[in-house]
């Protein structure tokens, strides 16, 4: 079958031009040691020799060679092309098996790529370049339990928290890296895992998560939450450049506080709910909670999500500023209950 393509496995004696070893390997582009020891191993065959005991070899000795070397510069071993060559296997199946091979060759020089990269990035010491070639290594389950036990701490105590993990919001905080990362990726997750076993980082997203809660009603299903009403009650003022700390963002605070105590069923805004909702925008304006939706979009092939950071920071500054204005404590003309 593949007669059209192979040399003859056993060549004939040569009737026209024979070749030296030398003009053997100009013709091939290979050295004259590298002829003489395919020649040695039986890949090549002399067609005849001088009187001198010199090899001589004919034309399909270029063709078999030429095969040889454009297998060998794919990566095949010697046995293989061997095979090849004596027909044992076909050359598609080899090229079959080699390129199967080739692909875990892949990805394991892209781990290696991504563990390199994250350690020039962060200027890592020797410890820290072994915690993240250790997290890069990590098997599907490994994987899945060092993100589970984080998510079980973060969302899985009692009460509101607790139901929380079971909904979709703990779900969608969860990272799968596919079977053939590309380096973005398996560097998005290097960074990710650390964040993950980070304790501060941790104890930020517990916090967020029982705010949620709360804000929530206990509603386990996903629902729009603070950082939506943020956004669209800041959004605007944001766009337009009012200064956060001008008077003119006042009734922008008033109308979000006014909000906000619907959202959490308080009767009236004063100012221990303008500090728990100054509370709640601090810790949303960490810049490692969107650097984890963020790395968590570039893992699971997500669209990127827009950032809030912008917005958060201008509502931090607005409601801290609003003190200063006396919102929160009676002030009239501006949609407050006393």
Not at 115 to 122: E, G, N, P
Not at 238 to 250: F, S
Not at 282 to 290: F, I
């Amino acid at each position: 079958m593949n007669g059209d393509i192979l040399p003859s496995v056993h060549p004939v004696r040569a009737v026209g031009e024979l070749h030296t070893i030398g003009e053997l390997a100009r013709r091939t582009g290979l050295t004259v040691k590298t002829v003489r020891f395919y020649s040695d191993q039986g890949i090549v065959s002399p067609a005849d020799r001088t009187p001198a005991g010199h090899r001589r070899y004919g034309a399909d000795a270029v063709a078999r060679l030429d095969l040889v070397r454009t297998l060998r510069e794919l990566g095949l071993g010697l046995p293989e092309v061997r095979q090849v060559l004596e027909r044992e296997r076909a050359l598609s199946e080899v090229a079959a098996a080699h390129a199967a091979a080739l692909d875990v060759r892949i990805r394991v020089l892209r781990l290696r790529q991504a563990v390199l990269r994250a350690v020039a990035a962060r200027g890592a010491t020797e410890e820290e370049l072994t915690l993240v070639h250790r997290l890069a290594r990590l098997t599907e389950d490994e994987r899945g339990r060092l993100i589970g036990e984080f998510l079980a701490e973060v969302f899985g105590s009692e009460g509101s928290s607790g139901r929380m993990a079971r909904s979709g919001v703990a779900r969608s905080l969860t990272p799968e890296l596919p079977e053939d990362p590309s380096v973005e990726q398996v560097e998005a997750w290097v960074e990710l895992a650390q964040l993950a076993g980070d304790d501060g980082f941790r104890e930020l997203l517990r916090g967020l998560a029982e705010g949620e809660a709360v804000e929530g009603g206990g509603n386990p299903l996903p629902r729009p939450g603070l950082a939506v009403l943020v956004r669209e009650s800041v959004g605007p003022a944001v766009a337009a450049g009012v200064d956060p700390d001008a008077a003119e963002a006042a009734p922008v605070v008033a109308a979000l506080l006014e909000r906000y105590a619907g959202m959490v069923g308080a009767e009236g805004v004063d100012a221990p709910l303008r500090a728990r909702l100054a509370a709640r925008l601090r810790a949303m304006a960490d810049p490692r909670r969107e650097r984890y939706l963020v790395l968590l979009a570039v893992v699971n092939e997500w669209v990127a999500p827009e950032s809030s950071a912008e917005v958060l920071d201008w509502a931090v500054r607005a409601v801290g500023a609003s003190g200063a204005w006396g919102l929160g404590s009676g002030v009239s003309g501006l949609g407050f209950r006393a």
